[in-house]
């Protein structure tokens, strides 16, 4: 384990050293337009294991491998018609597709979970392309902090959960998008949920002219952020509310009470503003609120992003969960 984390800047010699570090076997948050990711050298068996490490990560929540090209998507899974055409609407960026894997690729069993699928991502990031280009292969890439914390949408975030544990964090700055990627299962020929995120359903839909099914209860974990407690603060969350009891954290959605000092996910009521601060935001209602404490939000609307941000929400407050 690391004596102390780099901080690496996103120019050229930061970019080299990440690159090298990972091509050793070390661990390296990289910023993407989603949040940051925990990167580690997916066909490295110790590297993806010291990520599950870090994280305390339940070994059975698949991990999202990084590529920074479709040449290298070829080498690593089988693409059906379907995930063709989501990647060339969508790749680069906040979209992951569960795809086939192929025989002998070069992923490490853990990345996988033992499933004979595997998720794969094209991120947008200037930085994150950079050190994909530089490393030369795929990286697997959870959200940098301690799991079923909070995401990281920050470098200081990052440092907040994981300093020590790390060898470096490339600082590229705030996260745009700020909640992670929308996951499909693109195997067949209908493309199924696993999970919402940064690219809103409606428009996949509208760009395939397919529906977008739902993801059976019961199935397999195939890929992450599918467990029911995740995201989680340290104390109690409670949602959909309209008025915050007086110990309370407030976390508001558009037009906040009068007079209260509570954070405001968008105060104009803005989907989009409302993702890239959703995890800033908790960060902050958390080290308000503190160990024991209470956080109440704000009902947000169920529809395009706001989908992807309730189910962050949503897990956030359920119960915790541990490895089954």
């Known amino acids: 384990m690391p004596a102390s984390t780099q901080i690496l800047q996103p120019d050229?010699?930061?970019?080299?050293?990440?690159?090298?570090?990972l091509r050793a076997g070390a661990l390296v948050a990289i910023p993407t337009e989603t949040v940051y990711g925990l990167a580690?050298?997916?066909?490295?068996?110790?590297?993806?294991?010291?990520?599950?490490?870090?994280?305390?990560?339940?070994?059975?929540?698949?991990?999202?491998?990084?590529?920074?090209?479709?040449?290298?998507?070829?080498?690593?899974?089988?693409?059906s018609p379907?995930?063709?055409?989501?990647?060339?609407?969508?790749?680069?960026?906040?979209?992951?597709?569960?795809?086939?894997?192929?025989?002998?690729?070069r992923v490490a069993p853990l990345v996988t979970a033992g499933l004979?699928?595997?998720?794969?991502?094209?991120?947008?990031?200037?930085?994150?392309?950079?050190?994909?280009?530089?490393?030369?292969?795929?990286?697997?890439?959870?959200?940098?902090?301690?799991?079923g914390r909070i995401s990281p949408v920050s470098a200081a975030h990052v440092l907040a959960g994981l300093e020590g544990r790390i060898a470096g964090v490339v600082d590229g700055g705030d996260c745009a998008v700020?909640?992670?990627?929308?996951?499909?299962?693109?195997?067949?020929?209908?493309?199924?949920?696993?999970r919402e995120g940064g690219l809103p359903v409606e428009r996949i839909e509208e760009v395939l002219g397919l529906k977008v099914a739902a993801r059976q209860d019961?199935?397999?974990?195939?890929?992450?952020?599918?467990?029911?407690?995740?995201?989680?603060?340290?104390?109690?969350?409670?949602?959909?509310?309209?008025?915050?009891?007086?110990?309370?954290?407030?976390?508001?959605?558009?037009?906040i009470l009068s007079g209260s000092e509570g954070l405001n996910l968008s105060p104009s009521g803005d989907l989009t503003e409302a993702a890239a601060r959703l995890f800033h935001l908790l960060h902050e209602a958390d080290a308000r609120?503190?160990?024991?404490?209470?956080?109440?939000?704000?009902p947000v609307p169920?529809?395009?992003?706001?989908?992807?941000i309730n189910d962050r929400l949503g897990r956030a407050a359920a119960p915790r969960e541990g490895p089954k």
């Open 302 to 308: 169920e529809v395009g992003l706001g989908r992807a």
């Open 218 to 255: 019961g199935a397999l974990l195939s890929a992450p952020g599918q467990l029911a407690s995740h995201y989680a603060p340290r104390g109690a969350v409670r949602l959909e509310v309209a008025r915050p009891e007086k110990d309370e954290v407030w976390l508001g959605f558009g037009k």
């Open 82 to 105: 379907l995930a063709r055409a989501l990647a060339a609407a969508f790749w680069p960026g906040p979209l992951t597709l569960v795809l086939r894997l192929k025989p002998g690729a």
């Open 178 to 194: 700020g909640v992670e990627s929308t996951i499909l299962d693109a195997t067949g020929a209908v493309p199924i949920l696993l």
């Open 289 to 298: 609120a503190g160990a024991g404490g209470r956080i109440a939000v704000a």
């Open 40 to 79: 580690g050298d997916a066909a490295n068996d110790h590297a993806v294991a010291a990520i599950f490490a870090a994280k305390d990560r339940p070994r059975f929540n698949p991990l999202i491998v990084h590529l920074a090209d479709m040449a290298q998507v070829t080498e690593i899974a089988r693409l």
């Open 116 to 147: 004979d699928t595997v998720a794969l991502r094209l991120p947008a990031h200037p930085v994150a392309r950079a050190v994909l280009a530089a490393v030369g292969g795929g990286l697997a890439a959870p959200s940098a902090n301690p799991s």
């Open 12 to 21: 050229a010699e930061g970019i080299a050293r990440a690159a090298a570090l």
